[in-house]
């Protein structure tokens, strides 16, 4: 009889527990599930983690929290805009620019006059009467010389004056270790001449060896090829990307002054732009915009602005000299 009397007093002990604990849930609250929108419906949900999209949980958040999250929804992208990746070049693919150095010319004091002179004179006068130098003169060199200086000259321009003189005559100016000779230009000994780096005044004939650092050899060799040397030489290392050139003083400093130009940072000057489609076909788009632009072979911005597709990434790759004409694409492209 005890017994029977502590279990119904239990069964009574934990009714009442889970009567006090539905009395404490928000289910428990009528209001609450009547009027779900309600200000105690959503501290109520706050409390349960009720609510996973992005506006309700701007809703439910704070408004410090608020103020701190509000550019989230922001930094996407909207579904019918491309994500770019835009990378503007200095549209810089020539080197324009001074070189650093430059002088105006010195004056001098000599002044040369020869009207229909022997070559081998004006050898004499120039190398050995007013320089003082060693000299010897191939028997095949022949010719005339007409020249009168209007301004006066240097002693370092005589060399270079004469070299033009019998480049003019079919002859070159070599120097050796002690004196100078004068050959006919197909003689001219190219093994017997020591390579160098640096183009050294005064010596006549050289061979140069330039270091190419942007520009492939063999694109500087067509580059090069209107003006490379009558008599002298252009050969290519194309593994070490570097040019072998032989010629008068002259020819070496505007070959070299061409390769100043044309040796410049290429990628730092383009202009490359990624757009990631999400409404529209990689190759629908490409199509679309060689027919404002041009190809790669037609129309007046030809070769200035080429359009590539990446179908994996369902993308438009835009490059071109001018960042205008990505700036121009990128409107299209959004349009």
């Known amino acids: 009889m005890k017994t029977e009397r502590y279990f119904n007093l239990s069964c009574l002990i934990v009714c009442c527990f889970f009567l006090s604990a539905c009395t404490l849930t928000?289910?428990?609250?009528?209001?609450?599930?009547?009027?779900?929108?309600?200000?105690?419906?959503?501290?109520?949900?706050?409390?349960?983690?009720?609510?996973?999209?992005s506006n309700t949980n701007m809703r439910q958040r704070s408004?410090?929290?608020?103020?701190?999250?509000?550019?989230?929804?922001?930094?996407?992208?909207?579904?019918?805009?491309?994500?770019?990746?835009?990378?503007?070049?200095?549209?810089?693919?020539?080197?324009?620019?001074?070189?650093?150095?430059?002088?105006?010319?010195?004056?001098g004091d000599i002044t040369l006059t020869f009207q229909g002179a022997d070559i081998a004179e004006v050898v004499k006068t120039i190398l050995g009467d007013i320089l003082q130098l060693n000299y010897v003169i191939?028997?095949?060199?022949?010719?005339?010389?007409?020249?009168?200086?209007?301004?006066?000259?240097?002693?370092?321009?005589?060399?270079?004056?004469?070299?033009?003189?019998?480049?003019?005559?079919?002859?070159?100016?070599?120097?050796?270790?002690?004196?100078?000779?004068?050959?006919?230009?197909?003689?001219?000994?190219?093994?017997?001449?020591?390579?160098?780096?640096?183009?050294?005044?005064?010596?006549?004939?050289?061979?140069?060896?330039?270091?190419?650092?942007?520009?492939?050899?063999s694109?500087?060799?067509?580059?090069?090829?209107?003006?490379?040397?009558?008599?002298?030489?252009?050969?290519?290392?194309?593994?070490?990307?570097?040019?072998?050139?032989?010629?008068?003083?002259?020819?070496?400093?505007?070959?070299?002054?061409?390769v100043r130009i044309f040796d410049v940072d290429q990628l730092q000057g383009m202009s490359v732009g990624l757009f990631r489609l999400q409404s529209s076909e990689a190759e629908v788009m490409l199509d679309e915009l060689e027919a404002i632009f041009g190809d790669s072979a037609d129309g007046p911005l030809a070769g200035l602005v080429r359009f590539v597709s990446i179908e994996r990434l369902n993308a438009v790759l835009v490059i071109t000299p001018q960042k205008k004409y990505l700036r121009d694409a990128r409107v299209w492209i959004n349009r």
């Open 26 to 53: 928000p289910g428990g609250n009528r209001t609450t599930l009547d009027n779900p929108w309600s200000p105690r419906a959503d501290s109520a949900q706050q409390a349960e983690g009720v609510g996973n999209d």
């Open 219 to 258: 694109e500087m060799l067509k580059i090069l090829e209107p003006i490379k040397p009558r008599q002298g030489l252009i050969e290519v290392d194309s593994r070490r990307n570097l040019m072998i050139v032989a010629g008068t003083s002259e020819e070496l400093t505007n070959i070299r002054e061409t």
């Open 138 to 217: 191939d028997d095949n060199v022949r010719g005339t010389v007409h020249l009168k200086t209007s301004r006066p000259l240097t002693l370092d321009e005589l060399v270079p004056t004469l070299e033009t003189l019998l480049h003019i005559n079919g002859a070159v100016l070599l120097k050796t270790q002690n004196f100078y000779e004068i050959r006919t230009s197909d003689s001219a000994p190219g093994g017997s001449i020591m390579p160098g780096s640096r183009l050294k005044a005064g010596k006549g004939y050289q061979v140069l060896i330039m270091p190419l650092r942007y520009i492939a050899s």
């Open 63 to 107: 408004p410090e929290s608020a103020r701190r999250y509000a550019g989230e929804a922001q930094a996407q992208p909207a579904a019918t805009q491309p994500v770019v990746e835009v990378y503007e070049g200095n549209d810089v693919l020539i080197n324009l620019s001074q070189k650093e150095g430059e002088s105006p010319p010195a004056e």
